[in-house]
């Protein structure tokens, strides 16, 4: 069996010669378990985690993968005991129907830690990716042409490659990982291969030759690991650098997805800039001006902090508390990202309040209404003072 590690989509898993041979095996190939894991990532363009294995059934070419529960294959296929799982005292048993090209998987199910069948599938497709079915010329990895250390040898292949591709190293290694429940809540993998994977990101140094796929399966993750979601308004969102939520301005940030994605955002060029103008729809824009010939909108939306923020301790004293920043913004941002201050599509009304739904001006005439009642009932609650009052 020769194999291709060209990269991409086109990447062969078994690319089989005519002639099989049982392949002499001494020692455990972990490094080539590693690179299978994430070839196979980047073949199946896995972007987000835990990986949904349902989505996969299609193996590469014209192979397919079928996985059943054990009571799910008692039903379909008519037998007490489907490739003799509990005869073996087998998780699972993974069978090649050559002639269909067809590799069929049982495993049975544990309700009680759900996990362990996550990770038990993945182990099951680390010996059909690595070739262990054709390289030793099987349909079922128990059969007796097997020696016991081969046998070994195999199923440490396979745990390497579970464990790369549940829990990919380029992509943990893109986290404050702090504790195995980092690991565990990221990739809903087990407690005790959580830990393992632990102890291995504190000893693991990285090959030469895995730089580059080690890079390709970040950027294939980027929107995963850089996705964050505010915990005030829900805004889901993805970026490197944000410290403030660009639709309510809160820095209560947190990694991950949430429900809420507001829609009504501009559409801007590279430069930030409007294709059209947001608030009189003049298309004829494309001019180096910042402003919309009719209506004389701003069509950037950038910071409005371009001096930086101070803030009056006394008369005479002011300290800055946040230095300048006026860089540009998303579509759809009302507030910066980096510094948390207002936006000139905000400022200007173009973007509503996400939660008043009003105007940032509207908001303002409310405010500057309720400060001038606020004055009216304080002045109302003083007495008048006559002048038989004044002390002199």
């Known amino acids: 069996m020769k194999i291709s590690t060209t990269s991409g989509n086109n990447w062969n898993f078994l690319s089989i010669s005519k002639e099989r041979k049982t392949k002499t095996l001494n020692h455990t ?8 894991a994430l070839e196979y990532i980047n073949y199946k363009n896995i972007n987000s985690l835990p ?9 590469f070419g014209n192979y397919e993968w079928i996985v059943m529960t054990y ?10 005991d489907p490739l003799n799982i509990r005869r073996k005292t087998a998780l699972a048993r993974t069978l090649h129907m050559r002639g269909d090209n067809i590799f069929l998987t049982v495993y049975i199910e544990n309700k009680k830690y759900p996990r362990q069948n996550y990770y038990t599938i993945a182990h099951e497709l680390g010996h059909i990716v690595l070739g262990h079915f054709f390289d030793f010329e099987t349909t079922s990895l128990f059969n007796g042409g097997l020696t016991k250390k081969q046998y070994s040898i195999l199923e440490r292949e396979a745990e390497i490659f579970a464990a790369e591709l549940i829990m990919p190293m380029p992509v943990l290694k893109s986290f404050k990982i702090k504790s195995y429940e980092d690991i565990a809540d990221i990739c809903k993998s087990t407690k005790s291969s959580s830990k393992i994977r632990l102890k291995e990101m504190h000893t693991f ?19 995963f690991i850089y996705k964050k979601k505010c915990l005030e308004c829900r805004q889901s969102f993805v970026s490197e650098t944000a410290k403030y939520c660009p639709i309510c301005g809160n820095n209560r940030l947190v990694r991950g997805d949430d429900k809420m994605i507001y829609n009504d955002s501009i559409k801007l060029d590279k430069n930030g800039k409007a294709y059209i ?10 001019d180096n001006s910042a402003y919309c010939k009719i209506c004389g909108t701003n069509l950037i939306n950038k910071c409005t902090n371009t001096k930086g923020i101070y803030e009056e301790i006394d008369f005479n004293n002011r300290v800055k508390i946040k230095d300048p920043c ?7 941002a009302r507030y910066c990202i980096h510094c948390g201050e207002p936006t000139t599509f905000y400022i200007q009304g173009i973007l509503r309040d996400w939660n008043t739904k009003k105007t940032y001006p509207q908001m303002k005439q409310d405010e500057a209404k309720k400060q001038e009642e606020a004055a009216k009932q304080v002045a109302a609650t003083i007495a008048p003072i006559s002048d038989e009052d004044i002390p002199f």
Not at 207 to 222: D, G, V
Not at 280 to 285: D, I, Q
Not at 326 to 332: I, M, P, Q, S, T
């Open 51 to 59: 990986i949904k294995f349902s989505d996969y059934n299609t193996l």
């Open 277 to 286: 103008c947001p608030r009189c729809s003049n298309e004829e824009t494309k």
């Open 71 to 80: 009571e799910e294959a008692k039903e379909a296929l008519k037998k007490d």
């Open 205 to 223: 140094k990285l090959p030469n030759y895995l730089m580059p796929r080690y890079k390709t399966i970040k950027t294939i993750f980027h929107d």
């Open 29 to 36: 190939r972990k490094q080539r378990s590693r690179l299978f």
């Open 326 to 332: 006026g860089k540009l913004a998303e579509g759809n």
